[in-house]
């Protein structure tokens, strides 16, 4: 069972900068929060660097990777460069082959990034996104690639600027059915979403057509302001990337009235940016950034949204929004720098999503595989599905709400586990750990139990090898009697210095088997009888 969240004292509802202890507790729970599984050095880094320079070294989107090509299928981009900007062919069945083929490389990419750039928030920023934006892949792997980019260049940029961007997006245009949007046939969807889930909020119903704010009328209002926009080049021969492209002829030309939830104003007929227009006025509502902020806290902080939260802390982290003309990073530099961010009743108050159970086991030990370009590609691409067979499919959210377990109430993160997939869990945590691995094309990736070991603060003896890997994979403390089951693992059973001995013997001959063998035996039963504890299911 996972447990329940225990509160110990009073919460501390303060936005205040933290001014306590900083040790490697306080930095775990920022790593682990941020990233997809720190590992022991990073922690320890943090402590020495201090938080603020921890924190503003996080807050970095850094350049990131392409997506390769790797399948045979694909032809018209040479095997090991990108496809981004590649034509499709004019035969339907090997177009769709090479869409197949492509999808498989950008799903690659997209677990490549989680396993390898984990020392920055960029990677839990663009999972936020693509929940809050959950748009699913489009029929043209080049356009999906552009809305994941385009998510993760804006993920701690403007918001306002951000939702006027991804209004337009061919991915978007397609999934909420903006591309065909038009003067004959108005089409009500994204113009709903747009308020219902992308900015404002919908609101408690408060009348007929009104919720609280926004109404029906401000929906069909908003669905002509967005006409005009189709998507072209879809799977093209000729055109090497799908673009958003207005047509007036396609454009409501009429002036759009707003409702009192927006002051009455109306929006005058503006053509191509008549939407950008619309998103302004949306914008001049102190709600956005409510709405916004709340999002934020439940996936960073805690789902429970208590009177005190509602009252002290989102206010607080509003208010530095619209302060900062809607741009996010000042809002995340004030969380994960506060006094509350670090309460220890927030430490383990999540279940992990089954991404951050995957690479929350990888990412510590310094996991990537190592193989050769089509193996380690689909070595990531059954990563993927291993995910979604535990409730999580990067590219295909459940709908355009996201996945429940983000809103849900009042279960929220308990979602993510049941009885089906916390079997997934502990199946895939045995997988990598006391057996081969995940296979693919003869080759097995499994959890490099030595590279963790080594990047401990005293790895030759037994008891402060299990308080590191306490302090890596779980977020609170574990029981005295929890440790010495650990140690009696790693042991064997047998007393301590027989570890020290051991773990010298490889540390002075690391490359024989000989002497490597056991002790990589050992630290691997340690890990997966942690990746089964309760406590490592939280973060």
């Known amino acids: ?31 682990r929060r941020t990233t997809f599984g720190p590992t022991f050095q990073q922690i320890q880094s943090a402590v020495n660097s201090g938080m603020d320079a921890a924190v503003n070294a996080l807050l970095q989107i850094n350049a990131t990777s392409l997506p390769i090509s790797y399948d045979p299928a694909e032809t018209i981009s040479a095997i090991g460069s990108t496809w981004i900007n590649s034509v499709y062919p004019a035969d339907a069945a090997s177009s769709q082959a090479h869409e197949t083929a492509r999808v498989k490389s950008l799903g690659a990419w997209l677990m490549k990034r989680m396993n390898t750039e984990n020392s920055t928030i960029a990677e839990k920023m663009c999972l936020f996104w693509q929940n809050h934006f959950a748009a699913t892949l489009a029929p043209d792997a080049r356009a ?63 009348g007929p057509g009104d919720y609280t704010n926004y109404t ?88 429970d949204l208590t009177l005190d939260v509602q009252t002290n802390i989102i206010p607080v982290m509003a208010q530095t929004m619209i302060d900062n003309n809607y741009e996010i990073l000042p809002v995340m530099q004030q969380l994960l720098k506060s006094q509350h961010f670090y309460d220890i009743a927030f430490q383990g108050a999540l279940i992990r999503n089954p991404l951050e159970v995957v690479f929350g086991m990888f990412n510590p030990c310094e996991s ?23 409730g999580q499919s990067y590219g295909a ?19 993510w586990v049941n009885s089906t997939t ?3 869990r ?5 997988y990598i750990t006391l057996y081969t691995g995940i296979p693919v094309n003869g080759s097995n990736f499994k959890v490099n139990a030595l590279q963790l070991i080594d990047g401990l603060s005293f790895p030759d003896n037994a008891i402060a090898v299990i308080d590191d890997m306490c302090i890596v994979f779980f977020p609170k403390a574990i029981s005295a009697a929890q440790k010495t089951l650990l140690k009696f693992i790693l042991t064997g059973g047998l007393p301590d210095f027989e570890w020290t001995i051991d773990y010298n013997a490889y540390a002075a001959d690391p490359t024989n088997p000989v002497v490597s063998s056991p002790v990589r035996i050992k630290v691997e039963q340690v890990l997966s009888r942690i990746f089964q504890m309760p406590e490592f299911q939280t973060i």
């Open 216 to 303: 029906e009328s401000d929906v069909a209002a908003g669905a002509k302001i967005f006409t005009g926009y189709i998507v072209e080049g879809l799977r093209s021969t000729t055109l090497t990337s799908p673009v958003s492209t207005y047509y007036d002829i396609l454009h409501d030309q009429t002036t759009k009235q707003l409702s009192s939830h927006f002051g009455n104003q109306s929006i005058s007929a503006g053509g191509a940016s008549e939407y950008v227009n619309y998103i302004d006025v949306i914008f001049q509502q102190n709600q956005v950034a409510t709405y916004i902020c709340t999002k934020l806290y439940r996936y960073f902080v805690n789902y």
């Open 368 to 390: 990537v595989p190592n193989f050769n370009l089509a193996t380690n590609s689909d070595m990531y691409v059954t990563i993927y599905y291993y995910c979604q067979t535990m």
């Open 1 to 31: 069972m996972i447990p329940d969240q225990i509160v110990e004292g009073p919460l501390t509802m303060s936005m205040d900068p933290y001014i306590g202890t900083w040790t490697k507790q306080e930095a775990a729970h920022l790593l």
């Open 144 to 206: 999906s690639y552009q809305y994941h980019l385009l998510i993760r260049n804006h993920s701690l940029g403007n918001f306002k600027q951000f939702v006027k961007d991804m209004t337009v997006d061919p991915t978007m245009l397609i999934f909420l059915n903006g591309a065909s949007n038009n003067v004959y046939s108005p089409n009500e969807n994204y113009a709903r979403e747009i308020l219902e889930l992308f900015t404002i909020g919908k609101g408690p119903q408060i």
């Open 397 to 415: 959210p459940p709908s355009v709400a996201g996945w429940v377990a983000y809103y849900q109430a009042p279960s929220f993160s308990k979602l």
């Open 422 to 424: 916390i079997k997934n």
């Open 426 to 430: 502990f199946d895939i945590a045995n």
